[in-house]
Each structure stands twice: as structure tokens, then as C-alpha cells.
């Protein structure tokens, strides 16, 4: 048995099992596009387009509040792959 990132770290580049044992690939969020959203929301409310302003806020808001979710997930996704064990005799991983 073995803890399924040094396994994983320790294949060869070549080796077919790397990419079966890659840990989760991260999510390319970009928090900083939902927060321009946000601000951009703001000001339409404040220049005059409110009905648009607050539309744009709240879609800002909900664009966040996915990726924070999909932030999340790949956190807890990780979690359980750096706890994860593999077994050498007949490379079944284990999540304990």
C-alpha cells in the first residue's frame, strides 16, 4: 500500500497509469471576472440604468456563488485523493 500522490508522483512521465492516477485537475475559475461583474452592476445602478444595474449584480452574484461551489467541490475532491491509498499488488485505490 501506498498513498496514491507519492504513487502517482513517482511514475515515470512515459507511463500510462500517470494520467489514471492524476489527482483532480484544478477548475479554471476566475473569481475576478464575477467581482468586474459586480462593480459593473454597481455602476449602471448608480448612473442611472438601475432595472440593468441590479440585474448585472445579481447575476455577478450567482456567477460567484457557482464557482465558489465548484471551488469547493474540487477542494473536497483533493481532500480525498491526498487521503486515498493505492494497492501495488493490484492497483485498486482505497479512499479511506
Not at 15 to 22: C, D, L, N, T, V
Not at 50 to 57: A, E, P
Request: hydrophobic share 50%.
Amino acid at each position: 500500500m501506498q498513498q496514491l500522490r507519492g504513487y502517482w508522483e513517482s511514475l515515470p512521465a512515459e507511463s500510462p497509469h500517470r494520467g489514471r492516477y492524476a489527482p483532480p485537475g484544478e477548475p479554471g475559475l476566475k473569481f475576478w471576472a464575477a467581482m468586474l461583474a459586480i462593480g459593473a452592476g454597481i455602476w449602471l445602478a448608480v448612473t442611472g440604468a438601475v432595472l440593468i444595474g441590479l440585474l448585472v449584480v445579481v447575476g455577478g452574484l450567482v456567477w460567484g456563488a457557482v464557482m465558489a461551489g465548484q471551488q469547493r467541490a474540487y477542494e473536497m475532491a483533493l481532500a480525498a485523493y491526498n487521503r486515498s491509498v493505492v494497492c501495488l499488488a493490484g492497483y485498486h485505490v482505497f479512499a479511506p
